[in-house]
């Protein structure tokens, strides 16, 4: 069978937050969505769509459902099986599934899908569709899935495709496709503990928190990363985009938040038609990345247009920026990564107002694989007061020429904001237009980066040594050591970084990462980076607080990527039975507390 999702990934599962039934949409045309004003509710399993209904942006809303097109083009005898394969990897139901579904034992649970049909009832040939439990996802739930389809004659298909049969387990399934479908659900929330212990007691875990419970849980992540570069990003490490590899690289992975805009166009699956601006007052830093986009595409929407700019993801950026005085981190941070932003919208606020940006060429002037180099410092709100980075002196290569000369919008200040690095020619040394520029506000506490060139096109000048940082490392290290406040952590464990001794320097703060594999069984390993020299304990607690296991209670030497293995023993050395355990890492200076789940 021929398995697609049609033109776009538009018919996928949307990242999405905490929805509430959407107040304008009749019943008789089916359950809409819109996000709800708070965190810790329950977000829709659901499509992006928009019904068009008085031609009007309100109704840019959240289906129900998602869809597959399965084609039976070998004329088979028809499709005799279509199916959904789920499995629910991290987050507060990690190896649940939801009801009246179970998972089995390959990882997954399966769902058969439904034929499509009109309102009148009729059946549209070739099309298919999943519909979830829209009360059951949480903050931090993650969802990897694929579709899997059979016809008369035993032909089997996937989607993404590589599967000729069912999996044994979700990791064969993630290799054969090179990924497989992913949704998450904003954002990850350390829940409490005692709710945690209730779900892994339910077989399904669709349980509401408690008023106590919920005082309990807190936002884990102050970074969200807005994916508009890859509108087809699958899970796994090998699909991570430039600017979250980069991230990963100083010690942030799993620090993060990420949504995918899941297919452009008209659609609602802009981050401001799926969150709320107060579900976003947790984040202290927002990157918008939309990479090389445009020019003639729509980059940042701005409500001005019925069919391609519904979604006011302009405006609502602005919004998110006038609430940060109020925020939980008292400061708020905006950085949009684009090559023809200002091209498409030089006069907009968000730019000349809140950026500070103005355009001065669509194309820089310099040539087509222009240096980006450091002319100055920069001044940051960071929580209750302000921090200083410096960039004077830095530079590196942008790649833009091939296949086709990129053309980078050369830009200017138009008001208190600093040119922190400009555009410069590689053989004479001339010094162009601006290639950044950052802007604050004091009074409203935020800070705003505009990069006119996208991530992957940064490079270095020249072959540099192992223990050198890369220049992209560098700047991002900067920018998030003065736009975070210390509350928000990290960086922690760098990955993918082989054998650079350079990660063999103390870290600038400690930190607790989760443990891999989670849930595990019967072997886990939890990881920490110790700032300074000192005593540390490491220990294990089950739900009700009693003490399991004491896993490090000695001296130990300053130093990042230290690594501890649990058995599942107590200090009887007895195995402990399945559930929610938490274990606290302590220092003098530093305590830290996260949740892991043994399966027996």
Known sequence: PLVSAGRDARTQAQDAFPTVIHPEIPTDLGEHFAPSGERFGTAAFSMGTELGINNRSPNLITGDSIAVEIQDVRAAGGITNADFYGAIVSGPHAGKAPPPHAVGGNGFFVVLADSARTSSGTVIQDRYFVDLDD????????????????????????????????????NEAQLATAGIFEASFLPAIDWDAGYLGRIQADPNGKLTPTGPELANSTQSHCILYVNRINTRRRSGIVNRTSFMYTLDRIGYSGAYDVYDHMGMGNTNNHLGGRASIQQAQGYSLIVYDAGNAGPGGTIM????????????????????????????????????????????????????????????????????????????????????????????????????????????DGMTV???????????????????????????????????????????????????????????????????????????????????????????????RSMLYANVPNPFNPITEIRF????????????????????????????????????????????????????????????????????????
């Open 529 to 600: 980076d110790l700032a300074r020299d000192g005593r540390v304990l490491l220990e294990v607690y089950d739900v009700a607080g009693r003490l399991v296991r004491t896993l490090v209670d000695e001296h130990r030497v300053a130093g990042a990527n230290q690594r501890v293995l649990w058995d599942g023993m107590d200090d009887s050395g007895r195995r402990v039975s399945s559930g929610v355990y938490l274990y606290r890492l302590g220092t003098h200076a530093y305590q830290a507390t996260r949740k892991m789940i043994l399966m027996q």
């Open 414 to 508: 138009g008001g208190s904001s600093v040119e922190t690095h400009h555009y410069r020619d590689p053989e004479n040394g001339t010094t162009g237009s601006a290639a950044i520029i950052m802007n604050t506000n004091s009074t409203a506490r935020w800070n705003t980066v505009m990069q006119s060139h996208p991530w992957f096109d940064i490079h270095n000048l020249f072959p540099n040594p192992p223990s050198q940082p890369h220049p992209a490392e560098v700047l991002l290290a900067k920018v998030l050591d003065c736009a975070l406040p210390p509350e928000c952590g990290g960086p922690g464990d760098p990955t993918d970084v082989g054998d650079d001794p350079a990660i063999d320097v103390a870290p600038r």
């Open 301 to 408: 929407p701005d409500g001005s247009d019925l069919d391609s700019q519904k979604v006011d993801q302009a405006g609502w950026f602005r919004n998110w920026l006038g609430q940060a005085s109020v925020s939980e981190a008292g400061t708020a941070t905006l950085w949009v990564i684009a090559s023809n932003a200002l091209e498409e919208k030089p006069t907009h606020p968000l730019y000349t107002a809140e950026m500070q940006a103005l355009l001065t060429t669509t194309a820089q002037s310099i040539e087509p694989n222009p240096d980006v180099l450091g002319a100055t410092s920069a001044v940051f709100q960071q929580g209750a007061g302000t921090c200083g980075a410096d960039f004077t002196g830095d530079e590196y290569s942008l790649s833009g020429g091939c296949p086709f000369p990129r053309n980078y």
């Open 135 to 170: 009360e059951y996802f949480r903050g931090g739930d993650v969802l990897h899935y694929f579709w899997l389809a059979q016809d008369n004659a035993g032909g089997v298909s996937s989607l993404p495709s590589g599967l000729t049969s069912v999996p044994t387990s979700v």
